[in-house]
């Protein structure tokens, strides 16, 4: 029996609905020994910015039950090196190349970003990120910065997906800048996922990438002090699968377009939840450091589940979850 | 550079040295033909969820197909691995990172000056082994037998921590000691052992190799600075990928963040900013 891989998100076509998660997987580079790239549905860059950024202080990760914490403070090389030194080694495995952004300081970023990738051909979607934990989104300048009693400053963090307003606004201006297909991906660190999930959609997102990462924190008991410099960073990895699994069922009753579900997948089973929890397409994160070649695992996994329960095709697991 | 392998590989024997101290090694032909000294293995200790990243280990020494490392009970991932059986399989990947810059030396006089603090005469020794190998073919006749042009410093709290003594010194290595409470050799900590050595040979054209403790580490690259002599320094970080992917485990450069995975986790001493 011949089974249907292929899904659709805006106008990319995917052969499969595996692609690998912003931030956890290089530039792809990094894994061209463990497995035959070309194998991948999509490949997501790490977050680029307009300017090189050099990140946080470490340490930035540690470990958790069952996942980790990081704080990397979206260190990459700015959009030029990017273009010059990244993209044509991305372009040479000739797979889907989804390309994540963020802004540092005014949204406008996120327009003149898209300006530049608009004009680049082999890249197939633009994913705005707008939900990253470990850097200060532009609204959060506006907002009083909280003293605390330890020797660091927290400062709110206020992500512009916390926000539906903020929301609409910025994938508005963005969607008026581009053709391409836009996903974007929101924090799971809201009340109501659903709410923000539309906003994406009315301002024109073709797509939402379901979870970035839980804000969290770890103690080191013998020096008291926070396991990570930035104190704060965000827990991926198993440890967060039921929320991610949570929240891409709640957006998938209220919100007709495509989500790319992740967190906490780390092999077929897992990868399977997502599906039938209303997950188009799935994007593996911390799984890649665990099992390097765990993406291309899923794929053969899927495929076999697939047969043995006679199902022609992905699409029709999609949101097949049953009351 | 050269490819890096994910593969399951036999455990052939998993020991107790001493103390919390233990040597494990796997088959794995294919990552012991190409390792160089400094780089580094990533161990899957557990095929469940917790521990749930992999473990970084030095390549400690190798034997044919066989990877030696050598480890400390310091935690529950180095807790389980202490656990695993010989026969069983482990999921490893290797070999990372760069590795020493050993240059064969013409004249093959050159001293090398090992300094290791703690656990980091892990991968010295492997360091050693392959000094060796180079240095045997540019001595002449009966010399090359016997003695390496190989220092060897070995820090410990006591004399208890002491390891790897004996396999430096089966190496044709002089092995000099410094313990903090001075239950054996030198009294006090190894990098004033190596600015006392400093200043009574001659140590011009030198290059010092060490691997310990950070503060240890910082140590070394002052007194580096200070005689003029260049040291390589092996670095640890806490690291979720191992291979450059996550940029986790950086640490800062005078060419800014480099990966401990990737770049390092040897850097030229003079390099860190500490
Ligand atoms: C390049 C490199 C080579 C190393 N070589 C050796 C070796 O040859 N022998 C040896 O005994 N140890 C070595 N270490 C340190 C070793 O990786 C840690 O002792 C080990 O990961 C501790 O795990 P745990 O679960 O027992 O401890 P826990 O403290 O419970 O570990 C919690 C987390 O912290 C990380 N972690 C803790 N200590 C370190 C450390 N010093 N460096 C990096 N990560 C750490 C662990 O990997 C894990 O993710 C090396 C580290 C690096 C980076
Ligand atoms: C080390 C690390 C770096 C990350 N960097 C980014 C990033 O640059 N941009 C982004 O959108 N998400 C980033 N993420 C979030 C992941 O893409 C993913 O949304 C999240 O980790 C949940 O999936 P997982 O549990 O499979 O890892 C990062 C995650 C990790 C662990």
């Known amino acids: 029996m011949k089974t249907g891989l292929t899904i659709n998100i805006g106008k990319l076509k995917l052969k499969n609905p595996v692609m690998v998660a912003s931030g956890t997987f290089g530039y792809a580079e990094e894994f061209r020994d463990f497995m035959d790239l070309r194998k991948l549905g999509a490949v997501v860059t790490k977050t680029i910015t307009l300017n090189p950024r050099k990140g946080n202080l470490p340490p930035r990760t540690c470990e958790t039950p069952a996942g980790m914490l990081n704080s990397i403070g979206l260190e990459n090389p700015g959009l030029e090196a990017f273009i010059n030194e990244k993209l044509p080694i991305l372009r040479k495995i000739g797979i889907p190349i989804i390309v994540s952004i963020a802004s540092e300081d005014t949204p406008e970023e996120f327009i003149e970003l898209t300006r530049h990738l608009e004009k680049i051909k082999e890249v197939a979607a633009i994913e705005l990120n707008i939900s990253c934990p470990n850097i200060k989104s532009p609204q959060s300048t506006v907002q009083s910065r909280q003293k605390s009693r330890g020797p660091w400053t927290v400062d709110r963090r206020q992500m512009i997906s916390q926000d539906p307003k903020a929301t609409y606004e910025v994938v508005k201006s963005v969607r008026k800048v581009t053709n391409k297909t836009l996903i974007t991906k929101l924090s799971p660190n809201v009340t109501d996922i659903t709410e923000i999930a539309l906003a994406a959609k009315a301002a024109g997102s073709d797509c939402i990438a379901l979870v970035n990462t839980i804000t969290g924190m770890c103690v080191d008991i013998e020096t008291r002090r926070p396991k990570i410099a930035a104190a704060t960073g965000g827990l991926s990895g198993p440890a967060i699968r039921p929320v991610a699994i949570r929240m891409i069922w709640e957006a998938y009753q209220k919100v007709k377009i495509p989500i790319i579900g992740m967190g906490g997948i780390i092999d077929t089973l897992s990868a399977l939840e997502f599906f039938i929890a209303g997950a188009t397409a799935i994007s593996i994160g911390t799984g890649n450091f665990i099992n390097p070649k765990v993406s291309v695992e899923i794929i053969e996994g899927i495929k076999k589940y697939l047969v043995k329960n006679k199902i022609k095709d992905i699409k029709e697991l999609v949101g097949s979850l049953k009351e | ?274």
């Open chain 2, 1 to 274: 550079m050269g490819k890096i392998l994910q593969l399951k590989a036999k455990l052939i024997y998993n020991k107790r040295v001493s103390g919390r101290y233990l040597h494990l090694a796997v088959e794995a032909p294919k990552i012991a033909n190409v390792a160089k000294p400094g780089q580094f293995i990533e161990v899957r200790v557990s095929d469940g969820l917790e521990p749930f990243l992999r473990r970084p280990f030095s390549v400690h020494s190798i034997r044919g197909g066989q990877i030696e490392i050598l480890y400390e009970v310091f935690g529950r991932g180095t807790e389980v691995l202490s656990q695993r059986k010989p026969e069983e399989s482990l999921d490893i990947i290797g070999p990372l990172g760069n590795g020493f810059d050993y240059k064969p030396q013409a004249t093959g006089h050159r001293l090398q000056v090992l300094v290791a603090g703690g656990m980091g005469v892990a991968p010295l020794t492997f360091l050693a082994e392959r000094l060796k190998k180079l240095q045997a073919p540019c001595l002449s006749g009966r010399q090359a037998s016997s003695k390496l042009q190989a220092l060897v410093l070995i820090g410990a709290k006591t004399k208890k921590e002491i390891l790897c003594e004996k396999e430096f010194q089966n190496l044709g290595c002089e092995v000099k000691i410094a313990t903090d409470d001075g239950s054996r050799g030198f009294k006090g900590y190894v990098s004033n052992l190596l600015i006392k050595v400093l200043s009574t040979v001659d140590c011009r054209q030198s290059t010092i190799y060490a691997c310990g403790p950070k503060p240890m580490l910082k140590e070394i690259a002052r007194v580096s600075k200070k005689y003029n002599i260049p040291a390589q320094i092996s670095l640890e970080e806490h690291m979720a990928c191992g291979i450059g992917a996550c940029l986790g485990c950086v640490v800062n450069t005078k060419n800014g963040y480099q990966r401990v995975c990737k770049e390092g986790p040897v850097f030229d001493a003079e390099k860190i900013i500490w």
